[in-house]
């Protein structure tokens, strides 16, 4: 092979792997930001990520589903807004108040309420001489 040939190759090896890797890199940055906005909306107690979908590409952010209010729909998009490296937001979140939002409300409100029973008790059977003993047989017998 002639050093033409040779130089022409490897030029064109270079510019493969080059755009393989920004393809790949690309791809991975859209995964990763993806991934960023629902663990964000996951831990966010106002939004539920089974409300929105969300998708990324080419670092533009698409919102669809359907929440309660435009509060939680102005929060969905500042949050995407924030995170950086997202370009833009697509914005298709539609406002549906639901009924399956206050079944979950109560749900956790529950939640809450026996997290506190919990709290209370523990810290009265830490301190058990707090109580008279009528009271605490009371108290820790359910």
Partial sequence: MNL???????????????????AQKNSTSDIWLESKITTTYTL????????????????VATLEGEVDSSVEKSLALEIVKGIEGIKSVKD????????????????????????MVARVKSNLLWNQGVLPAGLRDLIFSE
């Fill in 4 to 22: 033409k040939k040779i130089v022409i190759l490897l030029t064109l090896m270079v510019v493969i792997s080059i755009t393989s890797v920004h």
């Fill in 44 to 59: 966010n107690e106002h939004l539920s990520p089974f409300d929105i979908t969300v998708d990324v590409k080419d670092w």
């Fill in 92 to 115: 298709n979140i539609k406002i549906a108040p639901s009924v399956r939002k206050e079944k979950s409300s109560n749900f956790m409100t529950n939640v809450r309420n026996a997290s």
